[in-house]
């Protein structure tokens, strides 16, 4: 039974029997994990408040061979990212985040680019809780998952799109249309000049610098109704998270 150790985030937890917990890891050297604490929910647990969400750590933890499922040893605490398990609307932005990185990968399967793009965006979510961090995260995980966010060409003709008026996106395609070849795709989405501008600027460059350039919120909404569908459409699902953000934004 060999002893991993890698960095890890914790992106979720429910309990098993009567005194354990399960925990989902996203890890920095072997993805997404799921382990059990044992006895993490008794009063004198060796645990004690480590294992909660956002949470990032030093794990080390049992490797069940052919198994799923693996015993956590120890997990010490690095930064718990605590602002986030304050207020509600962190909490809602910093779920969707984890749980978002969490559906991009298979179990076991490393990506620690994302593990990194995870760990920035709970960094920058503390002091920013801003709806464009949210979209930078979704277009930079749908880039490392191998989304192809096309911005610069047309997909079907292939013509450099220096205008970006009438442009639309095919989210089953993954990328921008121009307007002559808009009505033969059939799921495309009109978008803005200003987000198409945005996603240029963003997609390449720190996860920070996303802060920095300006974006209306009408044309942040309608980003990020575009990206629901990508989103969606890669996932072939609808996050939980993401029903819960939005009517939470809308004040439902
Ligand atoms: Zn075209």
């Not at 003709?157 to 808009?182: E, F, H, M």
């Not at 350039?213 to 990508?230: F, T, Y």
Request: aromatic fraction near 8%; proline fraction near 6%.
């Amino acid at each position: 039974m060999p002893l991993q150790s890698t960095e890890a985030i914790v992106i979720g937890g429910h309990n098993l029997g009567e005194a354990d917990r399960i925990i989902p890891f996203f890890t920095r050297r072997l993805g997404k994990v799921r382990a059990v604490a044992k006895g993490a929910r008794r009063v004198r647990s060796r645990f004690g408040g480590t294992l909660e969400l956002f949470t990032l750590g030093q794990l080390v933890f049992f490797e069940w061979p052919n198994r799923t499922l693996h015993a956590i040893n120890e997990f010490s605490v690095i930064e718990p990212f605590s602002p986030l398990k304050e207020e509600l609307g962190r909490l809602s932005s910093g779920a969707y985040l984890v749980e978002l990185a969490g559906a991009a990968v298979e179990d076991e399967e490393p990506n620690e680019e994302i593990f990194i793009l995870l760990r920035d965006a709970l960094t920058l979510l503390v002091s920013h809780d801003d709806p464009r961090l949210l979209r930078t995260f979704e277009i930079r995980l749908l880039r490392i998952a191998g989304y192809l966010l096309e911005l610069y060409r047309c997909l079907i003709c292939r013509t450099a799109l220096r205008q970006t008026d009438g442009l639309a996106v095919s989210p089953s395609r993954g990328g921008l249309v121009c307007p002559n070849c808009r009505p033969r795709v059939q799921d495309s989405l009109a978008i803005a000049s200003e987000p198409v501008k945005y996603l240029r600027l963003v997609l390449p460059g720190a996860l920070r610098d996303s802060l920095a350039i300006p974006l209306a919120p009408p044309h942040i909404g309608g980003l990020e109704e575009i990206l629901k569908v990508c989103i969606a459409y890669f996932l072939g699902k609808n996050l939980r998270s993401a029903s819960f953000l939005s009517r939470f934004q809308r004040g439902i």
